[in-house]
């Protein structure tokens, strides 16, 4: 069993993963997925997440919430912030202190950069950043590199591109940080206002091989992996700026057609139109798989952060 330098550890940034971490994340969830109920159960036995959303969810948080259940323990949070004493006007600070009295880890989202790096200061418990604004979501990457790995069978050799609203994506910044593990091809392709912010380009330029269009059909040819994202609309400060991109790009039946056959296309949803419902049929269609394993995910990667040696 390689050593588990999750116990205990905060997940607030896939920068902060190496290649290994990477792996052994992931063979961690091949593994958990082939567990009887009653020793996966006791992975969790006796310990409770807590997680409070500023923003909305419903995979992130119900697929953690699955997830803890599935390894015998509970949870507890808030996403409804009306009801909470965030709507009294109480600070994150001190909000994250008191999840930390009642948890054994947290789950936080919330629209500003740098909030989990924050609450992972001041929290004795680790936290799990599920979205900080614009800037990262790491668990996603995490499933998502796992779905690009069982769909394809690796990573490395693939050429895949990145597409819709890649400014304010914050699913986007995380897996161009986690491909830069690998030795893969990326097309950025995207309204030239929403083009991948330029610092975190240079985080990644020397590791990945980067291209950046602005049409969909310059890449179709050769993606193995189209990744599809919503234009984030409630990140725009100014709301004619998103009516004049919305709508950019829609993948349907005509675009697979012009794909290679064996396209995955991903998409971390929710979708609102980038991805036509009539391609839901198709293998092609990899999305609801996805996430399926994020359930999967962030089960094992719960169990190592709650387990100093766990059968995985
Ligand atoms: C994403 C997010 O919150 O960043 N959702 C998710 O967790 N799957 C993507 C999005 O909202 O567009």
Do not use: C
Not at 148 to 161: P, V
Not at 214 to 230: I, S
Not at 236 to 253: M, R
């Amino acid at each position: 069993m390689p050593n588990n330098h999750f116990y205990d550890r905060d997940i607030v940034s896939i920068k902060d993963f190496s290649k290994a971490d990477l792996e052994y994340v992931f063979s961690a969830t091949d593994k958990i997925r082939t567990m009887k109920p009653g020793e996966r159960g006791e992975l969790g036995r006796g310990r409770t997440l807590g997680y409070i959303f500023y923003e909305p969810s419903t995979r992130t948080r119900m697929s953690f919430e699955a997830a803890m259940a599935s390894l015998g323990g509970s949870f507890i949070g808030i996403s409804e912030l009306k009801s909470s004493s965030v709507e009294k006007g109480e600070s994150l600070a001190d909000t994250i202190r008191v999840i930390d009295l009642y948890s054994d880890v947290i789950v936080l989202r919330h629209p500003m950069d740098g909030s989990s790096r924050f609450a992972a200061e001041l929290s004795q418990n680790p936290i799990i950043n599920a979205g900080s604004g614009s800037e990262e979501h790491p668990t996603q990457a995490l499933l998502d590199l796992y779905t690009i790995m069982k769909e394809k069978g690796r990573i490395d050799g693939l050429s895949i591109a990145i597409v819709g609203d890649l400014k304010y994506g914050r699913t986007v910044y995380s897996l161009l940080y986690g491909l830069a593990n690998y030795r893969v091809d990326v097309h950025l392709v995207s309204p030239p206002s929403l083009a991948v912010r330029k610092e975190s380009i240079y985080d990644v330029q020397g590791k990945l091989k980067i291209k950046e269009h602005h049409e969909l059909d310059d890449v179709l040819a050769h993606a193995d992996v189209l990744y599809v994202t919503r234009i984030q609309r409630e990140r725009f400060p100014d709301v004619q700026e998103y009516e004049k991109v919305k709508g950019s790009y829609t993948v349907d039946s005509a675009t697979l057609e012009k794909a290679k056959q064996d396209v995955a296309v991903m998409h971390p949803l929710p979708r609102l139109d980038e991805i036509s419902h009539s391609i839901d049929h198709t293998k092609n269609a990899v999305y609801f798989r996805q996430a399926a394993n994020g359930k999967e995910l962030r089960a094992a990667l719960l169990a190592l952060m709650l387990n100093e040696s766990p059968p995985l």
